[in-house]
Nanobody, 115 residues
Framework: QVQLVESGGGLVQTGGSLRLSCAAS????????MGWYRQAPGKQRELVAT???????NYADSVKGRFTISRDNAKNTVYLQMNSLKPEDTAVYYC?????????WGQGTQVTVSS
């Protein structure tokens, strides 16, 4: 069992920045892929960004050029740097880890962007 704990969410004004962190209870070096997803009220959970064990990244079109995902294997932590935030980025952000076909999820962290 892998536990994921997100942190770094909060309230920020439009145009501001936040950095989310996801700390894993196991070595993320063994994870095939880690990523961030988000869910806004009344909407389905959607992919934000992913990073593979080989550090290949993938981003949703809506965040390209504004968000950056990275991983620190030594700290077993994945980050999401979010710049130029918009009100439509408001959501609960979830960390995800995939290992041998199994999905692990964190409890989520709220990000609210005020206009």
């Amino acid at each position: 069992q892998v536990q994921l704990v997100e942190s770094g969410g909060g309230l920020v004004q439009t145009g501001g920045s936040l950095r989310l962190s996801c700390a894993a209870s196991a070595s993320i070096f063994t994870m095939n892929c880690m990523g961030w997803y988000r869910q806004a009220p009344g909407k389905q959970r959607e992919l934000v960004a992913t990073i593979t064990s080989g550090r290949t990244t993938n981003y949703a079109d809506s965040v390209k050029g504004r968000f950056t995902i990275s991983r620190d294997n030594a700290k077993n932590t994945v980050y999401l740097q979010m710049n130029s935030l918009k009100p439509e980025d408001t959501a609960v952000y979830y960390c995800n880890a995939k290992r041998v076909g199994i999905n692990y999820w964190g409890q989520g962290t709220q990000v609210t962007v005020s206009s």
